[in-house]
C-alpha cells in the first residue's frame, strides 16, 4: 500500500532544528524517508548534534547542519546557496525558528507590557519571527519554481491568532507571518508550490520546561486548554509532517491550529 506521507526522493531545510520541535519534525522526515535533510539552527553546536544523531539513526537520509541566522538576509542567502550546491533542490521549507524574546520567562509571557517597551526592544521578536520565514521563502523560492513543485510551512503562535498580554510585538509578528503566507499561497500555487501554517501553543520543549516541570504552574496552564496536557514536539511534527507530503497537495494558505484546544477555550 502507497504510504502518502513517504517523502522518498525529497529535500527539506528545517529552521532552528537543533532542539525541540525543530529536531522532532527532522527525526519525522527522516523516518518517512527524506533524501536529505538541511539543519538550521542559531547555534553551529546543536546543529551538528542533531544531524549527527539522525545520520547515525536514519543511514539512508543524507543530514548536513547549516549554522546560520534566519534574521540575516545574507546568512539565509549564503545558507541556501550551499544546500544547494549540495543536494541540488530544496523541495520543502519548514520556517520553524523563532523564539519569544529568548529566555524561559519571555516564553511564559512573563516579560514587559507593550507601554513598557521601546522600539529598539523590537528588532528580536520581529527578525527571527517574521523577516525568518520571509529571508527564507524568498532564498528558496526561484528553485521551487524552477522545479515546479515545492512545500512551504511556516510555524507560528496562538499568540498571532488571539493575541496575547506582554506579547503584543510577538503576537505581531506571528500574526504577519499568517498573513505572508496565505498571500504567498496565492502567488506560487500555479508552481505547484503551498505554503501553510502550523500554530501552536505551550509545547514542551526546552524552552518552558523550567515552568512545565512546576506542579503549581502547569495546573494554572492547563486551565486554557481542554485536552489536559501540554503539547509535545510529536504533535507539531505530525502536522508539519502531513503539510510537507503529497497528501496535503490541494491544501494552501491555511492555518492549522495543534493547541489542545487552547485558541477556542478563550
Known amino acids: 500500500m502507497r504510504n502518502i506521507l513517504d517523502l522518498s526522493g525529497k529535500v527539506a531545510l528545517i529552521t532552528g532544528a537543533g532542539q525541540g520541535v525543530g529536531k522532532q519534525i527532522a527525526l519525522h522526515f527522516a523516518e518517512y524517508?527524506?533524501?536529505?535533510?538541511?539543519?538550521?539552527?542559531?547555534?553551529?553546536?546543536?546543529a551538528e548534534e542533531t544531524a549527527r544523531q539522525i545520520s547515525e539513526e536514519y543511514k539512508d537520509t543524507e543530514v548536513i547542519a547549516a549554522q546560520a541566522d534566519v534574521s540575516n538576509w545574507?546568512?539565509?542567502?549564503?545558507?541556501?546557496?550551499?544546500?544547494?550546491?549540495?543536494?541540488?533542490?530544496i523541495d520543502i521549507l519548514v520556517n520553524n525558528a523563532g523564539n519569544a524574546g529568548g529566555t524561559v520567562q519571555d516564553v511564559m509571557g512573563m516579560q514587559k507590557t507593550f507601554l513598557e517597551t521601546l522600539p529598539?526592544?523590537?528588532?528580536?521578536?520581529?527578525?527571527?519571527?517574521?523577516?525568518?520565514?520571509?529571508y527564507t521563502s524568498r532564498a528558496v523560492l526561484p528553485s521551487m519554481v524552477q522545479n515546479q513543485y515545492g512545500k512551504i510551512v511556516n510555524i507560528i503562535s496562538?499568540?498571532?491568532?488571539?493575541?496575547?498580554?506582554?506579547?503584543?510585538?510577538?503576537?505581531?509578528?506571528?500574526?504577519?507571518?499568517?498573513?505572508?503566507?496565505?498571500?504567498?499561497?496565492?502567488?506560487?500555487?500555479?508552481?505547484?508550490?503551498?505554503?501553510?501554517?502550523?500554530?501552536?501553543?505551550?509545547?514542551?520543549?526546552?524552552?518552558?520546561a523550567e515552568f512545565t516541570n512546576n506542579e503549581e504552574i502547569l495546573k494554572k496552564v492547563l486551565k486554557k486548554y481542554p485536552i489536559k496536557r501540554v503539547g509535545e514536539p510529536e504533535d507539531a511534527a505530525?502536522?508539519?509532517?502531513?503539510?510537507?507530503?503529497?497528501?496535503?497537495?490541494?491544501?494552501?494558505?491555511?492555518?492549522?491550529?495543534?493547541?489542545?484546544?487552547?485558541?477556542?477555550?478563550?
Open 74 to 89: 545574507d546568512s539565509v542567502r549564503n545558507m541556501v546557496d550551499k544546500a544547494l550546491d549540495r543536494f541540488g533542490t
Open 33 to 46: 524517508n527524506a533524501r536529505g535533510i538541511i539543519i538550521n539552527d542559531f547555534n553551529g553546536e546543536r
Open 158 to 208: 496562538d499568540a498571532g491568532r488571539v493575541g496575547e498580554p506582554k506579547l503584543v510585538v510577538y503576537s505581531g509578528a506571528k500574526a504577519g507571518t499568517a498573513g505572508f503566507t496565505r498571500g504567498l499561497a496565492r502567488e506560487v500555487s500555479r508552481y505547484n508550490i503551498t505554503a501553510n501554517c502550523v500554530a501552536l501553543s505551550t509545547m514542551n520543549t526546552p524552552g518552558v
Open 120 to 134: 529598539e526592544e523590537w528588532e528580536k521578536w520581529i527578525g527571527v519571527n517574521y523577516y525568518g520565514p520571509m
Open 238 to 266: 505530525n502536522a508539519v509532517l502531513f503539510l510537507s507530503s503529497d497528501a496535503s497537495s490541494w491544501i494552501t494558505g491555511q492555518t492549522y491550529p495543534v493547541n489542545g484546544g487552547y485558541s477556542f477555550n478563550q
